[in-house]
């Protein structure tokens, strides 16, 4: 169970950061977070989609790494067997948090449950007290995905302002016999999107929002590839799977 807290010189002088592998935290995490910069290269391996938060109702775009909840097929002991890998998985183990000292200021926090944590291999985090060059490309790296935060959120916002999503469904049936739902997944809704007045359109291209909107349409084919790593995966195989608009939208 992942344990962030505010990453601290004193407490965290001798912790080292082992690199990446084969993301084993992911093991049942059945999606991922994207940043709108990724939605080209995720829509290469899973289906880039939206969901919606059920507390506060917030849109989320996301990866959908299986169609099974709990389970996620591209993990392995061995490798991660996706082509794309989610920038939310690369800036493990750190995280953003609320800074202690400055108000309304976000700083890095450090999951100290993490397996990439160690104390005899990695990448050091100090030196003599101060920030190493590995942690500061850390800062840097992060800081740059707070700008992409930022921007998908404004990108997320647009197609709502648009009335650009929609909800669909998937309709799946299992070799056992069962039959499963699979709802609360947004996709572009393409015939809004063909309805948009010209001014709407050039104002999607001028803020280079085209291509993620193209990239969530193209990647729904993904679907058959989470269908194949499950059957490859699981004995009880998904015999087919139908897609459709939420009727209830």
Known sequence: MSNYVLLDPAQHQDIKIKPHSNFAFSEHQHHASLVVHEFGAAASSFPVVY???????????????????GANPFFTEQEWLAVHVPSAFLRKPFEFGPDPVQEKTLTIYIDEQSDYLSQSEGEALYQNGEPSQFLLQIQQKMAEYYQQEQ????????????NLLKEIELMMEFSDGKKTQVKGIYTIDEEALRQL??????????????????AILSSLIQVNRLIKQHNYRSENKILGVQMRVNAEE
């Open 51 to 69: 969901m919606k938060e059920p507390t506060q109702g917030q849109f989320r775009a996301v990866a959908m790494l299986s169609l099974v909840a």
């Open 151 to 162: 921007l998908t959120h404004q990108f997320t916002q647009q197609l709502l302002k648009l």
């Open 197 to 214: 007045p010209e001014a709407d359109i050039l104002d999607l291209n001028k803020k280079n929002f085209l291509l993620p909107i193209h």
